[in-house]
């Protein structure tokens, strides 16, 4: 019987300290976010961090659907990552600067489901039976961002001049991760 290596986990770096400490063969990261961040000096740093990724075509390549980002601090805090008003800032405040997450963002349905609940306004709560509220997606705004998303991603691409078939696994890719998140064909 041959056992496999354990799985490294990906390294973690703080967004706005620059991807110094981003190994250069990192196939996966993740972004550590503080939800002071949303600070104007703080911002700046975060979004060319994430500027630089996006403008390497080494990075654009080795992280497509590799990316994650975590909040830290937020441990013992029992609301919901989008009910906290600075974590939902600091994402629109990013997706506003940087809006390549299609590209980038690991096509995880719960990660999808932060930031896409974090970007949308939030509609009525409902308790769900575990106890968490649930919130009803406003439709068109989903629809339109999914659209801004898209744009963005195809301009990607484009700049680094992606083959066709990697175009549409990728953008395959995405939408499966945001249907899954959402619960909805998009």
Known sequence: MTTSPPLTPPPRVALGTGLAAL??????????????????????????????????????????????????????????????????DLLRALHERWPYWMHFLAPEPDLWTVLLLCLLPLGPGVRLPNGRIGHELDRKALKNLVLDLTIAMHELHDHHKLALAERQRIFKASMQAMERATGARL
Not at 30 to 51: H, M, N, W, Y
Not at 52 to 81: C, I, K, M, W, Y
């Open 23 to 88: 190994p250069a063969g990192a196939m996966n990261v993740v972004f550590t976010l503080e939800p002071g961040d949303a600070e104007p000096a703080r911002l700046k740093l975060c979004a060319r961090d994430l500027q630089q990724l996006s403008d390497s075509a080494l990075r654009t390549t080795q992280l497509t659907g590799h990316v994650f980002f975590a909040f830290n601090g937020l441990e013992r805090d029992p609301r919901q990552v989008h009910t906290i008003p600075e974590c939902r």
